[in-house]
């Protein structure tokens, strides 16, 4: 049986500088999908989308990121999961600025059906010099959807740092969610990425970027073949799409385009890598693929190694 999952990344522009009124905005969308595309099960939202701006500040207000952020939960998560319970679908409301104490942090969460937040991801790799405002995280995230898969989590920059996704992949993630937001020239380098980061990882990779003063749109949909399912132009659109995480499996199995065994042999390859150390993160994750070898029959199950 296939795992059918149904997504939909929102491209769309904020209400500058306004995080209640684009709250508001966020929530308008969520239930006219919900309400003409009922097999959507997850939403998706851009980098920074909930304080309503972006890495940027104001000269007339240096500080008002830090004035505008707040704590996790705090009132506009309370917002956001009211609307996740309101909608049923699960809601990964792109990024917003979290405070904890003194520190300020890029921090994505993911909110059930049920309105409770389940993961929270806090950027590794701000953007630096631009956002040296903000405190790296330091730890990768990935969360089940039960009966579905794992989901990886990572925000902009860290894409492109290979690390980051292939962490993410080691940890058994089959679907990696990057909301950005970036309206400079190397969008179209960053495209090139979602798919090399999709290939290299044999996961699918959905890259949602904003849109307006602050965003360049062209958000995307990558397969785990490294195939482009969906790329959006610069306007105001959502890109609904139905995946399958069972795609993720094969290819991992059978290898991208049924050629190339990546992972298994990357399992296999009895070479040490730094980033794993000596005891890797989640060994079992590649694991549960079958051996290394010649596939006659894909009708047969492979045996696990």
């Not at 701006?53 to 998560?77: C, H, M, R, Y």
């Not at 979290?98 to 991801?121: C, F, H, M, R």
């Not at 659109?237 to 094969?250: G, Y």
Request: glycine share 8%.
């Amino acid at each position: 049986m296939s795992r059918n999952f149904g997504i939909a990344g929102i491209q769309m522009s904020v209400i500058p500088w306004e995080a209640t009124a684009t709250v508001d905005k966020m929530a308008d969308v969520a239930l006219n999908i919900r309400k003409n595309f009922p097999w959507v099960q997850l939403l998706m939202f851009h980098e920074l989308v909930v304080p309503g701006l972006v890495q940027f500040v104001t000269p007339e207000n240096k500080d008002w990121w830090k004035k505008n952020a707040e704590s996790i939960p705090g009132p506009l998560t309370d917002r956001l999961c009211a609307l996740a319970r309101k909608t049923g679908q699960w809601i990964v409301p792109g990024s917003m600025f979290e405070l904890d104490g003194d520190l300020l942090y890029n921090t994505a969460i993911v909110i059930s059906p049920q309105g409770e937040i389940v993961a929270k991801y806090r950027k590794m790799f701000p953007w630096l010099p631009y956002e040296a405002g903000t405190t790296p995280g330091n730890q990768f995230c990935v969360f089940d959807i039960p009966e579905v898969g794992r989901f990886g989590l990572c925000i902009c920059y860290d894409m492109w740092f290979p690390e980051t996704s292939r962490t993410l992949a080691w940890m058994g993630a089959e679907v990696i969610l990057q909301p950005t937001l970036t309206p400079t020239s190397d969008r179209e380098l960053e495209l090139v990425m979602c798919r090399a980061n999709a290939l290299f990882n044999q996961a699918y990779f959905v890259s949602v970027n904003g849109i307006g003063t602050w965003g360049g749109g062209r958000s995307t949909i990558i397969d785990p073949d490294g195939r482009i399912l969906q790329e959006a132009g610069t306007n105001q659109t959502f890109m609904t799409e139905m995946i399958d995480l069972d795609h993720t499996s094969r290819t991992r199995e059978y290898g991208t385009l049924g050629l190339a065994q990546t992972l298994k042999q990357l399992r296999d390859s009895g070479h040490k890598f730094p980033i794993y150390g000596d005891n890797p993160i989640q060994p079992g994750a590649f694991d549960k693929l079958g051996e290394l070898s010649f596939h006659r029959d894909i009708n047969r199950t492979p045996q696990a190694k």
